[in-house]
């Protein structure tokens, strides 16, 4: 057991030069990018969706922080605010490239999100607009500050993608040895079987996982599925029904609890229905 979590440390260790530049280039993009996505995204209000899909599709949590806050302020739509939700994929696919995980799979992860994205966020305001309900106008003073994330206090990119892969490093290192101790007493086949390879089921509880407003989670589900814990379809639930930080913004942020509650049932189900198809296309 302990050459084996000697092991275990050795091989996340090896992930560092993978995981570092990966996150310098995510947040030289964000610091490069936020004032253009906010003003991009008030302005494509009726095809918010669209833009919205595309950004959220980048794996950064702070995506959909601030597309919760700009919800909160009246800038972009309901439905804009779920596509970026879906498209989401935090640590998801910054894990899987340090995994070496094949490149069409990633591919494939990234643009069923999108589509999937795109799909809800229109269906949202479509039926929204069916009912007569309205934009809301925007009404923005500087919500971002509400985010929570942290970067807006921090200067340059390389402080806070240094923090950043230390704690997903940290992370990572404790679910690999969890995930080690669970196959040395349960054995491979016990952690395998696990509901979340279980159709239906392991999407439903991967949603509920998922919808956990932690960037932390999406770190989980990708070592779970390299590791053979999940199926693809639970997997994509997983990833569809989280949002990193997002949800936890909105609560914070936007004052109408009904509707922030109706949000957070619309993507859980959209997550699940997709991520339930998806398992078809894997």
């Known amino acids: 057991m302990i050459e084996a979590l000697i092991d275990i440390l050795v091989d996340n260790l090896l ?12 947040e030289a993009i964000e610091a490069h990018a936020g004032g253009a996505l906010e003003r991009t995204l008030g302005r494509a209000r009726r095809w918010g969706p669209i833009v919205g899909a595309l950004s959220g599709a980048v794996p950064q949590c702070g995506f959909s922080a601030a597309a919760a806050s700009l919800y909160a302020g009246g800038v972009i739509t309901v439905g804009t605010l779920v596509a970026v939700f879906l498209s989401t994929s935090d640590e998801l696919i910054p894990v899987l490239v340090s995994s070496k995980a094949p490149l069409g799979l990633m591919l494939k992860i990234v643009g069923l999100k999108i589509a999937f994205g795109l799909m809800a966020g229109l269906l949202v305001d479509a039926f929204l607009r069916s009912r007569g309900k309205h934009d809301p106008s925007p009404h923005v003073s500087d919500l971002c500050e509400h985010s929570r994330c942290g970067c807006a206090e921090r200067k340059g990119i390389v402080v806070p993608a240094l923090i950043h892969t230390a704690e997903i490093f940290v992370f990572i290192l404790i679910v690999s040895g969890l995930v080690e101790l669970a196959l040395h007493f349960a054995g491979e086949d016990a952690l395998k079987s696990f509901v979340l390879n279980k159709p239906v089921v392991g999407e439903l509880l991967a949603g509920l996982v998922g919808m956990v407003p932690n960037c932390a989670v999406s770190v989980a589900f990708a070592q779970l599925y390299m590791d053979g814990g999940m199926s693809a379809g639970s997997l994509m639930a997983g990833s569809l029904a989280g949002s990193g930080l997002g949800l936890l913004v ?9 509707d922030n509650l109706l949000i957070l049932a619309a993507v859980y189900v959209f997550g699940v229905i997709f991520g339930h198809l998806s398992g078809y296309l894997f």
């Open 15 to 26: 992930l560092l030069p993978f995981l570092f530049p990966t996150y310098l280039v995510l």
């Open 250 to 258: 909105l609560f914070r942020t936007h004052r109408r609890m009904r």
